[in-house]
């Protein structure tokens, strides 16, 4: 998030000029230090009470982490998820007024493969970084994005949890806590035997060289920088996620800020993934069932953290990412993004009316086909948005396609390798076999399995997909898993086809006997 521009753009008051004159609008007695916002001049004092207050409130109000819980927080070193990092310590400090009760650790993803870092240079920002967390006592899980590489495919199934009551089991929860230990004596950075767990598989030294080409691989298959980042966020998620459930946290806490997820919302739209926003914004996403991740800074613009930070000295490290000293169109994220941070600069209410735009959004209970209800897109594990009446914009773009391409589309070449390409590496019968295990997708030969990942992603997956030239770098677990659903769901229409003929039809007659009578 580019914050340079308002950052600090005469939002402190310049000590010379109104020292003696303006004072806090809250307490009415300190000289005020900042303005949050025309009217709302706020002292050190009473800016901090209220930043605090505003990360206790989000997490007090939804109810969703329980005392004792352990919660991984996705640190990337920016601003946001460190002021995030900063409100956690301060709330488990023993001098805090409403003490957080629950466990935290911390992830760090290191994607310095993507931008073609040196292993020194990775080297570098892990140590940074993991020197910052060090000094936070929490366990710390500092992972290459290579890792990814080697998820299983039961990433990709989201765990459905028995669901009671959320409200009542809360109670439970806390009573629970309170009986079970003294509140004060419950301090997570003493727990030992988690810290002695830490950071064995992350150094980047360990992570062979293969891996990291082999995800360079898969990035150079993708067109788009606009579809790279699709990509990145998703394998990202995934292995959150994953980390999540092998490290036994239930909880995953992002740092996206209000400013950060106006921007989503409105790239999301132009992404084609409207079916989406509500989950994708709301400050609880349960579509990885077991792994609740949780958005507790949804409420801060970027412009109050950047000078949260900065007064009250919240280490963080600027580490470059993919969008990084691109120009302002080379992706929808990025174009987005500096849409609503410009206009942001002359009209200082765009962000919040995004964002309460957003608020209003509910996931709207769609009438699924109960058959085709669980389905979840193989990336992004959302609800499928493609199983819809023929009335929709869904298909009304895929009957435009069809018109505006004659013959096979570009992406129907890439989705089905079995018909189109080839894996490219010489690959004959005999010695191919091998290669073709490795590889499951790209060579037809093996079970004669067609690969159709159209049919197992949403539309704005689909559209990532798209453009990339080729899936045959695609991770080892999301083909698996590709193949695996597509074996089910052929199975599943066999079965239909089989009986058929044996079903009643609406009107309560078997089709075999009305076709004779
Ligand atoms: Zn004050
Ligand atoms: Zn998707």
């Known amino acids: 998030m580019c914050q340079v521009d308002e950052e600090y753009n005469g939002l402190l008051e310049s000590p010379v000029a109104s020292s003696a004159t303006k004072k806090c609008n809250k307490c009415k007695e300190t000289t005020a230090a900042l303005v949050l916002k025309p009217g709302e001049s706020l002292c050190r004092g009473c800016f901090k009470e209220h930043f605090v207050h505003k990360f206790r409130a989000m997490l007090g109000k939804n109810r969703i982490i329980f005392p004792g819980e352990k919660v991984l927080l996705a640190v990337s070193g920016g601003s946001s998820s460190c002021a995030m ?100 004596s419950v301090d997570p950075r003493v727990d030992r035997s988690e810290l002695s767990a830490l950071t064995d598989a992350t150094n980047p030294q360990l992570i062979a060289e293969a891996q990291t080409q082999t995800l360079q691989e898969l990035f150079s298959r993708v067109k788009t920088l606009t579809a790279k980042e699709d990509l990145l966020h998703t394998l990202r998620r995934h292995l959150l996620v994953s980390t999540a459930r092998t490290e036994g946290y239930s909880k995953l806490m992002l740092g996206e800020n ?27 996403d349960p579509r990885y069932g077991d792994i609740v991740a949780v958005k507790p800074m949804r409420d801060y613009t970027a412009k109050e953290i950047s000078l949260y930070n900065y007064m009250w000295n919240v280490p963080y490290v600027f580490i470059p990412s993919l969008e990084t000293k691109t120009a302002d169109k080379s992706s929808i994220q990025r174009l987005t993004e500096s849409f609503v941070v410009k206009l942001q600069v002359d009209f200082p209410s765009t962000v919040s009316t995004i964002y309460r735009t957003g608020e209003k959004l509910q996931t709207a209970s769609v009438t699924e086909d109960i058959e085709r209800a669980p389905l979840k897109c ?3 594990m959302c609800t499928l948005d493609t199983a819809l009446g023929e009335t929709s914009a869904f298909q009304a773009t895929l009957i435009s396609e069809q018109l505006s391409n004659v013959g096979t589309t570009p992406m129907q070449a890439s989705l089905r390798p079995d018909t189109q390409t080839k894996c490219g590496a010489p690959c004959d019968q005999q010695d191919g076999e091998e290669h073709c295990q490795a590889q499951a997708v790209c060579c037809s030969h093996k079970g004669g399995d067609s690969m159709n990942l159209e049919s197992l992603l949403c539309y704005s997956c689909q559209q990532t997909v798209k453009d990339m030239t ?36 609406e009107d309560g007659d078997s089709p075999s006997i009305k076709a004779d009578s």
Do not use: W
């Open 378 to 380: 193989l990336f992004c």
């Open 258 to 284: 209000c400013t950060r997820l106006a921007v989503k919302l409105l790239a999301n739209i132009a992404l084609g993934r409207g079916a989406q926003l509500a989950v994708d914004t709301a400050f609880c």
């Open 470 to 505: 080729s899936v045959e770098f695609l991770p080892q677990y999301i083909m698996s898993e590709a193949q695996r659903r597509n074996r089910r769901s052929e199975k599943k229409s066999q079965i239909r086809h089989e009986i058929s003929e044996f079903l009643l039809t």
């Open 85 to 184: 990092l900063n409100q956690v310590q301060e709330g488990l400090g023993q001098n805090a007024h409403k003490k957080l009760r629950f466990k935290p650790g911390i992830v760090y993803i290191d994607e310095g493969c993507l931008l073609g870092q040196s292993t020194e240079k990775r080297q570098k920002t892990m140590a940074q970084i993991n020197s910052l967390f060090k000094m936070t006592g929490f366990p710390h899980h500092i992972i290459p994005l290579e890792m990814v590489l080697n998820l299983p495919p039961s990433v990709l199934e989201p765990v459905h949890l028995a669901t009671d009551d959320p409200a009542g089991s809360y109670k439970e929860a806390v009573d629970h806590f309170m009986q079970s230990s003294p509140v004060h």
